[in-house]
């Protein structure tokens, strides 16, 4: 190749032996200037790859599908999306450098990604619509992307997750996701084989992603597969719907206000005056003060708060001008109860979270007012707290996951029903009684709903007594010895082993136990957001149009070929 500079000042490359020109520029890499001289039919020089004198590209293109699928399918397996999209864009080892990349070579292979995906998406979608139990479908949407997996529990009693669908979009843009779900799930052929659906999403009431909660509540609802079966919201998410509905409530504005400004005092008079000295802890709360409550954390804001009272109290006795803007009985006692309020929550999520011998509550109102009464000087009756917040908090996350968990909880065999009893006695006092029943009753019904489902749409384990009969089944279990909580257990081995004595119990274990992978973020989100940011600064640079059409394809195919069914 000749380089040279032509009329409007670009650098070109003329090959030697045809003299047809190219784009030379730096940002375009060499790789097609080598792939031309490879095939340059003027070019008697050619690096000759092959025994058989061709070019190694055309070795490439002669050899048979099986093995080209196979070097696919290998490449796929062993490398990050990422470096695949490297690898396949320049032709070279993994660890091209950014200008060595090409578009073109990209679109040389993506038939070949396509082609693949397409077989062995047929193949698994077969697979999932032969498997003999209930999915989880697990949307998971943050600021740059989406992201559609399936999670079940298939025949040998083993976790598995699968991506269907991936949307490469700000999630500010994404204005119907519930056609968005419909359609992979028509694509994929998953209608009633399902147990629900679980957001992992950030509500922002601004946004009006909360709207599209409610389409797709009623599109599972249509499509129920269990009694439960609806939209479930990861507990995690929680902070980001309280943060956002105090932000547009303006809720205690003024005290935040005046928080703020005590401690931007309080900072500066430390630095200027000798005689007050601030030790780490406070300087930090401090700290935390001045820049006001932020996304996820308002409950540590109000704790800070909490904390630094007295503090504020012994400076105002000898800082008259302090005294003057530090808060009024009246914005404390609000403080105050805010943070109670958050306190509340806080300590109600853990409950919920799937870690091993949480046992959920149930939330309702009666009782978060009770426990509310009872810390802080709290008016039920105009507290816009419990109307905006905590209404929204048992109504989108509490209520609906209560039932997964307690019934999970109740599958474990070292705490049954026993279990939920003894914490609720703890709990709830005198009114335990009232909502033990309320568990057992939710429980029967859901077991009843298993029973009387016809075996041919369900797995349907041999009973070892044939004597035995559902009821006397779930009594069984029960009555059963509880294994000791000190023990380690796998629960799926235990539910593997037993499945024949508990057929109905274990089909249950089966569809409610699938529900703890999503719950448990095993989904890498930071891996995600890498990733989306890794094929941002790829479109950025070389506009690679198609990138969005390989990436689903990708996706799968590494979960395929990683899977132990495959």
């Known amino acids: 190749m000749i380089k040279y500079i032509d009329a409007d000042g670009k650098l070109k490359a003329e090959c030697k032996h045809c003299k047809?020109?190219?784009?030379?520029?730096?940002?375009?890499?060499?790789?097609?200037?080598?792939?031309?001289?490879?095939?340059?039919?003027?070019?008697?020089?050619?690096?000759?790859?092959?025994?058989?004198?061709?070019?190694?590209?055309?070795?490439?293109?002669?050899?048979?599908?099986?093995?080209?699928?196979?070097?696919?399918?290998?490449?796929?397996?062993?490398?990050?999306?990422?470096?695949?999209?490297?690898?396949?864009?320049?032709?070279?080892?993994?660890?091209?450098?950014?200008?060595?990349?090409?578009?073109?070579?990209?679109?040389?292979?993506?038939?070949?990604?396509?082609?693949?995906?397409?077989?062995?998406?047929?193949?698994?979608?077969?697979?999932?619509?032969?498997?003999?139990?209930?999915?989880?479908?697990?949307?998971?949407?943050?600021?740059?992307?989406?992201?559609?997996?399936?999670?079940?529990?298939?025949?040998?009693?083993?976790?598995?997750?699968?991506?269907?669908?991936?949307?490469?979009?700000?999630?500010?843009?994404?204005?119907?996701?519930?056609?968005?779900?419909?359609?992979?799930?028509?694509?994929?052929?998953?209608?009633?084989?399902?147990?629900?659906?679980?957001?992992?999403?950030?509500?922002?009431?601004?946004?009006?992603?909360?709207?599209?909660?409610?389409?797709?509540?009623?599109?599972?609802?249509?499509?129920?597969?269990?009694?439960?079966?609806?939209?479930?919201?990861?507990?995690?998410?929680?902070?980001?719907?309280?943060?956002?509905?105090?932000?547009?409530?303006?809720?205690?504005?003024?005290?935040?206000?005046?928080?703020?400004?005590?401690?931007?005092?309080?900072?500066?008079?430390?630095?200027?005056?000798?005689?007050?000295?601030?030790?780490?802890?406070?300087?930090?709360?401090?700290?935390?003060?001045?820049?006001?409550?932020?996304?996820?954390?308002?409950?540590?804001?109000?704790?800070?708060?909490?904390?630094?009272?007295?503090?504020?109290?012994?400076?105002?006795?000898?800082?008259?001008?302090?005294r003057s803007i530090n808060l009024s009985k009246q914005k404390w006692d609000e403080v105050t109860a805010t943070f109670e309020h958050l306190k509340f929550l806080n300590d109600v999520i853990d409950s919920f979270l799937w870690w091993e011998g949480e046992i959920p509550i149930i939330v309702d109102l009666p009782y978060v007012h009770k426990i509310l009464k009872d810390r802080c000087n709290h008016t039920i009756e105009d507290c816009l707290f419990c109307q905006k917040v905590m209404k929204g908090a048992i109504d989108l996350f509490f209520s609906k996951n209560y039932s997964v968990r307690v019934i999970a909880v109740i599958l474990d065999p070292r705490l049954k029903m026993d279990g939920v009893q003894l914490h609720y006695k703890k709990i709830y006092g005198r009114d335990a009684d009232r909502y033990i029943e309320k568990v057992a009753k939710d429980f029967r019904d859901v077991y009843d709903a298993y029973a009387a489902t016809d075996s041919n749409s369900s797995k349907s384990y041999p009973m070892l007594d044939a004597t035995s009969s559902p009821k006397s089944e779930l009594d069984l279990y029960m009555k059963e010895l509880k294994i000791p909580a000190v023990q380690q257990l796998d629960i799926l081995a235990w539910w593997r082993g037993n499945a024949p004595f508990y057929p109905t119990l274990a089909r249950m274990a089966r569809d409610y136990l699938a529900l703890e992978e999503p719950f448990n973020d095993e989904f890498d989100e930071g891996a995600l957001i890498d990733l989306l940011c890794d094929i941002d600064h790829m479109n950025y640079k070389f506009k690679f149009c198609d990138l969005s059409e390989i990436i689903t394809p990708l996706l799968l195919l590494k979960g395929f070929f990683n899977s132990a069914e495959n």
């Open 20 to 322: 047809k020109a190219f784009d030379a520029d730096s940002k375009k890499g060499t790789t097609h200037l080598n792939n031309h001289l490879q095939r340059c039919p003027a070019n008697n020089n050619k690096t000759k790859s092959g025994s058989d004198g061709r070019d190694g590209d055309d070795q490439h293109q002669s050899l048979s599908p099986s093995i080209k699928t196979k070097e696919l399918a290998s490449l796929i397996k062993e490398n990050s999306v990422f470096d695949l999209i490297k690898h396949f864009s320049s032709d070279q080892e993994r660890d091209a450098r950014d200008e060595d990349l090409d578009p073109w070579v990209l679109n040389w292979r993506k038939d070949e990604i396509l082609q693949l995906y397409q077989e062995k998406k047929e193949k698994l979608c077969q697979f999932l619509n032969n498997l003999s139990c209930r999915f989880t479908l697990q949307l998971v949407c943050r600021y740059t992307g989406c992201v559609l997996e399936v999670n079940y529990i298939d025949d040998s009693w083993e976790r598995q997750s699968k991506i269907i669908s991936f949307w490469h979009c700000p999630r500010d843009r994404i204005k119907n996701l519930t056609e968005a779900v419909k359609q992979s799930c028509m694509d994929w052929k998953i209608d009633t084989n399902k147990c629900s659906l679980v957001l992992s999403l950030r509500i922002d009431t601004a946004d009006g992603l909360d709207n599209e909660i409610g389409k797709m509540e009623s599109l599972f609802r249509q499509r129920r597969s269990l009694p439960f079966a609806r939209c479930l919201l990861n507990t995690n998410d929680l902070w980001q719907f309280v943060y956002s509905v105090l932000k547009s409530e303006d809720y205690v504005g003024d005290g935040i206000r005046s928080l703020k400004e005590c401690a931007a005092y309080v900072q500066n008079k430390s630095t200027s005056d000798k005689l007050i000295q601030l030790d780490s802890a406070v300087k930090e709360a401090i700290s935390v003060l001045e820049n006001g409550p932020s996304l996820g954390v308002s409950f540590y804001y109000f704790r800070n708060a909490v904390n630094l009272k007295e503090v504020f109290s012994a400076l105002e006795q000898f800082d008259s001008e302090f």
